[in-house]
Each structure stands twice: as C-alpha cells, then as structure tokens.
C-alpha cells in the first residue's frame, strides 16, 4: 500500500481530460510527455490476492427507487403506506416483487434482494457519497466525494492489471462521487449519448496507423534520451515517469476500448432481446465493457418521464417532481425487459460467476405516501432508514430475499446491516483488503472502511 501521501488532485477529471491522456493530446505526446500528466497515471502497485476476473455493473437509480414499490411490497400495510401495486409470486418460493416485473418474477433463483440495509444520509450527495465511499461526508450535499467512492478504490487497487483499458468507466458523474484523494488518476472514464442512439459513438479513442508509428517513434527516441536521464537520476522518480509514460501511449495507440464501445459489432436479435431503449442498450455496452476488461461500469439510470408522469429525469420522485405510480408504470416494464435480457447473456457467456449486476439508488423512499403538490398526486420523499438492493451473479448465492422490514417497511427488523456491508461484500469479491489505508491531502490515513462485514449469506 502507498506508504506516502498522494499528491493533492486539481480537481475531477473528465471525459475530456482523460483523453488528453488517451487520444487527444498529440501536440503535446509530440513534444514529450508533460510530467504532471503521466504522474496522474502514477500509483503504486496493488497487493497480491486481487481477484483478475470480478467485475461490477452498478444500475444507479439516481435520486433513490422505492424499496414498497419494487422489491419489498407490503400488501398487508394501510393504503397510504402499500401504494398502488400489489405483489406477484416468483419461482423462488416466498419471495414476492413488484406486479409490473413478471419476466423477473420467472427467474429469481438467479438474483437476490437485500431488505435490510440502511444508512444515515438523507441528502441526495451526501447520501450518495456515505453509501459508495462508507464515509460520512461532512458536507450535507458535496459536489464531489469527500471520500473515495467503490469505483475510484478499484480502480487505485486494480491498475496493475491492464494498461490499455480504463478500469472504471461510467456515463455520468455522479452528484457526490469522485475519487476524494486519491487524485484525477482514479475518476472514471465518462462517456457521453445514448446507447440506443444509431449516432452513438466514442470519438478518439484511437489514433490512425500514422500517428501511432510516430508516437512510437516518438518514445523510441525518448527512451534513448532517458538512459542517460536514469544515470543522474537516484531517487527512482525517473524510472517511474518512463513506464507511466509506456503506459499513456499504450491508452492512446490501443483499439481495444473502441472496439468495446462498438455496439454494431453484437446480433440484432440479441440487441432486440435487451430491448432497443437507453437502459437495454447501457446494460449490453455494460457487458462489452466488462468482457473486455474494464472492472467498474456505472451506468444513470436516468428515464424520460411523459407529460403525464412527471417532470424529473430521475427517481427522486417527491410529489413535486412525479406521480410515483405513474413513473414507475413507465419504468419498470423497461427495467423488466433489460435487466433479465443482461442476467440470461451473461449465464449464456459464462460470466455470471465473474460479473456481479447490482440495481440501487442512494437511499429507498418514504413508506407514507406524500401528496404535496398542489395537484394531490402522489409522491414519496428520501428515505436513508431502509432500502432494497437487486444483485444478480458475481459467483454470488442467488435466488433470496435476505433481510425484512417492519410491516409498513420503516426500518429493517431483520438481519439489519449497515450499508457498509454491502461494500466489503463487494471489496472481499475483488480481493481487496479494506483495512488498507490511504493518504488523505492532509497526509492523514484513510481505511478503505472502517466498518462493515462481507454479507455471509451471499458468500
């Protein structure tokens, strides 16, 4: 582990900024590499014991679903509590979802629900940032993490692993995530459009043959100079800059990260199985992504709402912002036709054992029903007490619902865990060890967590 304060980050980097470092800046790649550059490339080497093969893809209900409206239906409970839908068997005996996920409702012997777990955040980023990071923030909402978010941690522990592939890739950032300290290095690589638009692309990601031959070049003729540069140099600083620098033109001259992003290159009909919306065509990118060796996907999962549904692109969806009923119409059937599609092509592909799919948001929402606007439709508020988490594959035991809340679903009764539990399930799957530290600007050190246990009921 790094035995030396990291150097404090400018700021996020974004997809702009990365390319500079992948494709962007050949000016300057043509002048010599600027040292501040390659040294956000720089990291120390992770320990030994990482898992090569897991991988994450995290369906990020921004603003917050509803754990009554999905996952954990309380039919039982008074009207203004239980909502509008009811539940719906499953192949799993005694565990019950939502009525507008029937195609989910056929194969739960291949996910689980958390039920139980809770935090202490109730603000959109700072709930945000306590439940990826394990930290409270000291802020009430943080533009940026205050602590390292899950991403930025794998992808620091990870870097060793691949040189030509981001690690951590996402298609927004999101509002309280970041890499805190551990630097630009670590945000992830941002992606812009639409998956399911026929215009989607990923520009400069590559450079053409010519342009390669003379970077290579390029490096041939720097690394003559550098043998000299080592002999004065006797602090390893140098030999450090040299192999990040290696490691900037093999981001720059592969074609590995382009072809990922390629969605043309998969059948019609499988892309008509995840269906041809934003959430089908993000999930089957996600999976390009993650055979192709990137650990991290976070994909927003962000929806136009109608006219009729709402205003918010988001699920935080208080009576101001939607009717949740409605919303949730038009959501769920999307939800239910890509999240299966992404559970049967992983098993198919044999990547259900390595690639762990996870659906949550920040926090659940409020078990009363809210009418507050001055329309009376019906809305619930944020909500850090209880939550439900989807998890499908990763190796993990699949096919249970683990955890319970109380009738009107207030508050876990059973099996209650802190949602730092959930990231050490997560971070031992990776083979990371969370009492490794690291440095904050300050010089202070930082656990990756200070508390949460592996869930053994998945493991």
Request: hydrophobic content about 35%.
């Amino acid at each position: 582990m790094n035995s030396k304060p990291m150097q404090p980050c400018p700021g996020p980097v974004g997809r702009r900024e990365f390319l500079k470092i992948g494709g962007l800046g050949l000016g300057a790649l043509s002048g010599g590499f600027d040292p501040n550059l390659t040294r956000l490339l720089a990291g120390e080497q992770s320990p030994a014991g990482l898992n090569k093969d897991f991988s994450v893809i995290l369906l990020w209900a921004n603003g917050g679903p509803s754990h009554i409206d999905t996952f954990d239906m309380k039919p039982l409970a008074p009207s203004e509590y239980r909502g509008e839908f009811s539940p719906i068997k499953t192949n799993v005996p005694g565990m019950e979802i939502c009525q507008l996920l029937p195609n989910l409702a056929q194969m739960a012997d291949k996910f689980s629900i958390v039920r139980s777990l809770h935090h202490n955040r109730n603000e959109h980023s700072g709930g945000t940032c306590r439940f990826l990071s394990g930290y409270t923030p000291t802020a009430a909402n943080p533009g940026d993490a205050e602590y390292p978010e899950m991403g930025s941690v794998v992808a620091s522990q990870l870097e060793h692993q691949v040189r030509d592939i981001p690690l951590f890739i996402a298609n927004t950032k999101f509002y309280g995530g970041g890499p805190a300290y551990l630097g630009p290095a670590y945000s992830p690589f941002m992606f812009s459009g639409d998956p399911n638009s026929s215009k989607f692309s990923v520009d400069n990601l590559s450079v053409n043959d010519s342009a390669a031959a003379a970077l290579k070049k390029r490096n041939q003729l720097l690394s003559q100079f550098d043998t000299f540069r080592r002999e004065l140099d006797k602090s390893g600083s140098m030999s450090a800059l040299d192999k990040f620098n290696n490691r900037a033109l093999a981001m720059l001259t592969s074609d590995r990260t382009s072809k990922a992003f390629d969605l043309s290159a998969e059948p019609e009909a499988l892309r008509d199985e995840y269906g041809r919306t934003t959430w089908g065509q993000g999930l089957l990118l996600a999976r390009r992504l993650v055979e192709s060796g990137v650990r991290l996907v976070q994909l927003q999962a962000s929806f136009r709402l109608s006219k009729k549904a709402g205003r918010t692109s988001n699920w935080d969806d208080h009576s101001v912002n939607a009717d949740i009923f409605q919303a949730y119409r038009e959501r769920m059937p999307v939800f239910d036709q890509a999240v299966p599609a992404l559970i049967n092509d992983l098993q198919r592909r044999g990547l259900d054992q390595n690639v762990l799919f996870i659906f949550c948001g920040e926090f659940g929402r409020t078990p009363l029903v809210r009418n507050q606007d001055k329309s009376k439709r019906p809305g619930r508020d944020h909500w850090c007490r209880a939550m439900s988490i989807f998890l499908a594959g990763g190796g993990l035991k699949m096919g249970q619902a683990i955890g319970a809340t109380n009738a009107k679903g207030e508050h876990p009764v059973d099996r209650v865990m802190n949602s730092n539990d959930l990231l050490a399930t997560i971070y031992q799957k990776f083979g990371i060890d969370t009492h490794q530290a690291y440095y904050d600007n300050t010089g202070r050190p930082i656990p990756i967590l200070t508390d949460g246990k592996p869930i053994p009921e998945l493991l």
